[in-house]
């Protein structure tokens, strides 16, 4: 059996020893007598943690309309352990076999139960002992296939009460909100042992954001076309970008972690395709990239609509018909992670984008300074030749200074920087040895990285990012323009910046 969160099954582990103390029986009260001493009264909890099991078979009871004196020991007998026979129950009860047979058949579709949802408090009683009854009566085999524990809705950090005048009837709240944004608003508050806190003001932002993907939603499927194209870098890292979602909702759905898969699949998704179109912008006049930047919005709409689906049904379903899919969004299938479309290099090549951009956006902010030109200036060769020694050492075991200028030292083109060599080197071990294990094993698969033409390739966007000319080159280009001298302090993966 399967407790949501895990980290509550030792309460019940807690609560089982504990209860091998608890009467069974009392004498005062609501409940069913005890067979064999009508005196006393069944602990309420021992006969009516299974109504679950009841559900199943109460419309078809009701349908027949039965006296309570023909629901026999034998009826149930057969009804939930298959014991007995449906001739032999209707001659008993006068209820029609193929009633009987019908309400049998009805359990064990249904049985077992997927998944029974309560609040924290009622582990130590309710839940427990349905797991105590189902063991009594059905064994393992019919055991609830997991018990799924939550937490109550607030309203703005609020207990809901009359008296605070804070309720908001359902059916008020559909009319003001809308029933998509009331649910992701309800749900992106709530995750297992945590009470979800409905927020207006949160509702209405969730408006907003829903209408955004539909109007975006519209525009991709106006626009899209089946001819060939040709991605490039920055369509492969989004592509990549999309599979972390999927990754990371998958693995929240799995725990019910409700709030974690919709920030994977809104606000972390809509993050990276907001950077994606300002990279893309000025490929948008060219026929041929447009195709592909269609293509990439197509597929990352696809995956959104389908993670969204259990959350914004009604707005899923539109944008699923509108994108010529037959059927019903509700049955296609969960968003899966595509491996061909992992790409670590490409996401690693775009960080050092983003690392400028936030760099110089840190500069101006400090300074100051609304800027003319900015200039970026990328490591040479012999760094990233360091780099790779101090790397494969590192992975080895340790990197050491003495051992890092050695070893650099064999290489023709490092004994012409004397000077250079021990300083860069000393500043490489601290990165070196900071660096996360992942890093460092994908960047040793890198290689040296042609920081220059990735740079040059994203100038249109640093133009308009920025509102000024932008200058790409090596530390020791020969046409450098480099005023301030900040070229030498260019590190692999972090290139030197000024500002002017």
């Not at 909100?177 to 749900?187: K, Q, T, V, W, Y």
């Not at 409905?198 to 499927?221: C, D, H, N, T, W």
């Not at 050492?393 to 250079?420: H, N, P, S, W, Y």
Request: aromatic content about 10%.
């Amino acid at each position: 059996m399967e407790i949501v969160p895990n980290e509550l099954k030792q309460e019940f582990f807690n609560v089982v020893d504990w209860l091998k103390a608890k009467a069974c029986a009392r004498k005062a009260g609501m409940g069913t007598r005890l067979p064999w001493a009508p005196d006393w009264i069944i602990e309420s909890l021992s006969d009516s943690t299974i109504y679950m099991a009841y559900y199943t078979v109460v419309k078809g009871i009701n349908e027949v309309n039965p006296e309570p004196e023909q629901l026999t020991e034998a009826f149930w007998d057969y009804i939930f352990l298959g014991i007995g026979s449906p001739v032999k129950v209707e001659a008993a009860t006068g209820i029609p076999m193929e009633k009987i047979k019908e309400l049998h058949s009805e359990f064990s579709y249904f049985y077992p139960l997927d998944a029974r949802h309560s609040g924290r408090d009622l582990i130590p009683n309710h839940l427990t002992f349905m797991i105590f009854i189902h063991d009594a009566i059905w064994g393992r085999e019919l055991w609830p296939q997991g018990i799924f524990v939550n937490g109550s809705v607030l309203m703005e950090g609020a207990k809901m009460s009359k008296s605070m005048n804070n309720i908001i009837p359902l059916v008020n709240a559909i009319d003001r909100f809308g029933a998509d944004p009331l649910r992701i608003s309800l749900m992106i508050t709530a995750e297992p042992l945590k009470d979800a806190d409905f927020s207006p003001e949160l509702a209405k932002s969730m408006v907003g954001l829903l209408e955004g993907l539909y109007a975006r939603a519209q525009r991709i499927i106006a626009e899209k076309t089946n001819v060939d194209y040709e991605l490039q870098e920055i369509d492969l890292w989004m592509l990549s970008r999309l599979q972390s979602h999927i990754s990371d909702a998958n693995e929240a759905m799995h725990e019910l972690k409700v709030r974690k898969t919709i920030h994977a699949a809104t606000y972390d998704l809509e993050g990276d395709m907001t950077w994606y179109l300002k990279r893309v912008a000025f490929d948008m006049d060219h026929a041929e990239r447009r195709k592909a930047i269609n293509h990439v919005e197509w597929t990352v709409l696809d995956t959104q609509i389908r993670m969204l689906a259990p959350f914004t049904p009604h707005l899923c379903e539109e944008i699923w018909e509108l994108m010529g899919n037959e059927g019903f969004i509700t049955f296609a299938p969960w968003p899966e992670i595509d491996g061909a479309l992992i790409r670590e290099d490409a996401e690693e090549l775009e960080t050092i984008v983003k690392a400028c951009t936030e760099d110089v956006s840190n500069i101006m902010k400090v300074t100051g300074i609304k800027p003319e030109t900015i200039h970026f200036y990328t490591a040479d060769n012999w760094k990233w030749k360091i780099l790779a020694k101090a790397m494969e050492m590192q992975a080895k075991g340790a990197v050491d200074i003495g051992t890092l200028i050695r070893e650099a030292f064999k290489d023709e083109e490092m004994k012409m920087k004397q000077r250079e060599v021990p300083t860069y080197a000393r500043i490489l071990v601290d990165d070196v040895k900071k660096m996360p294990e992942a890093t460092l094993k994908l960047r040793r698969e890198m290689g040296f990285v042609n920081e220059t033409k990735l740079l040059q390739d994203a100038e249109s966007f640093l133009r308009a990012e920025f509102g000024c000319d932008v200058t790409v080159s090596g530390e020791s280009d020969p046409w450098i323009d480099d005023p301030a001298k900040r070229a030498s302090r260019s590190k692999p993966y972090r290139p030197a910046i000024y500002v002017a």
